[in-house]
């Protein structure tokens, strides 16, 4: 086939697959406003691509072996909740690498899926600030901070913003992949097994959603 033939076919190839245009969204576009370490910058403006609100939002994704009890976790800047909400900052804390059978293993060697689930998690949580004033972000910490149940409803929504986005499999994949790691504390995959949204209630939401958009007027 000569080039000017395969030019032609992709095409028309792009012509009939609406879903092969919306996958060639330029995803540096979304890299304004963000600091994202090279080593995982693809992957990061690929998921944030699904996110157009947070395009032009201040989000600085950095590693950090500090955090305890997490793989990755999202808040607020503290002094950016003196400025209106839209011009505040976050920032998604992450562990550079996990440790599974006394091996470690890099952030950005995860399976993309995995690791897409976790990154759209965490942006659910920024979506789901950007809509609370500064004094509710406040009391929201302090909840956190004392409420198991006030918890449990806080990572809910944050995976429910993540499965409205279009990542449903991916965080059925991550949580997944964390349960079936026999190496990992217990505490820390209970914890994941008790306040995240099971396998099958991901799914019920999947089906749901595609239900809904199959019932929208064309």
């Not at 000569?2 to 190839?13: A, E, G, P, Q, V």
């Not at 939002?57 to 955090?67: E, L, N």
């Not at 920032?91 to 689930?117: E, F, S, Y």
């Not at 964390?178 to 217990?186: R, W």
Request: glycine share 4%; aromatic share 12%; hydrophobic share 40%.
């Amino acid at each position: 086939m000569n080039f000017r033939w395969y030019i032609t076919l992709l095409s028309l190839l792009l012509a009939l697959c609406p879903g092969m245009k919306a996958q060639s969204v330029d995803t540096s576009d979304y890299a304004k406003n963000k600091e994202i370490p090279e080593s995982i910058k693809g992957i990061v403006l690929e998921t944030l691509s699904q996110y157009p609100e947070l395009k032009d939002t201040r989000i600085r994704f950095v590693f950090d072996k500090r955090i305890y009890n997490v793989f990755m976790q999202a808040r607020p800047d503290f002094f950016s909740l003196l400025n209106d909400r839209r011009f505040r900052s976050y920032t998604i804390q992450m562990l550079p690498a996990m440790i599974l059978d006394d091996k470690k293993i890099p952030l950005q060697n995860l399976p993309p899926q995995v690791l897409k689930g976790w990154l759209s998690h965490e942006l659910g949580h920024i979506v789901d600030y950007s809509h609370r004033s500064s004094l509710n972000l406040i009391f929201f910490g302090l909840r956190y901070a004392l409420s198991p149940e006030f918890v449990k409803q806080a990572e809910r929504t944050a995976d429910l913003y993540a499965i409205e986005h279009g990542f449903g499999e991916c965080i059925i994949a991550t949580k997944e992949y964390i349960l079936k790691q026999s190496s990992l504390p217990e505490a820390y995959r209970q914890k994941i097994d008790s306040l995240y949204m099971s396998s099958e209630e991901v799914l019920k939401l999947i089906q749901q959603s595609e239900e809904k958009e199959k019932l929208k007027p064309d």
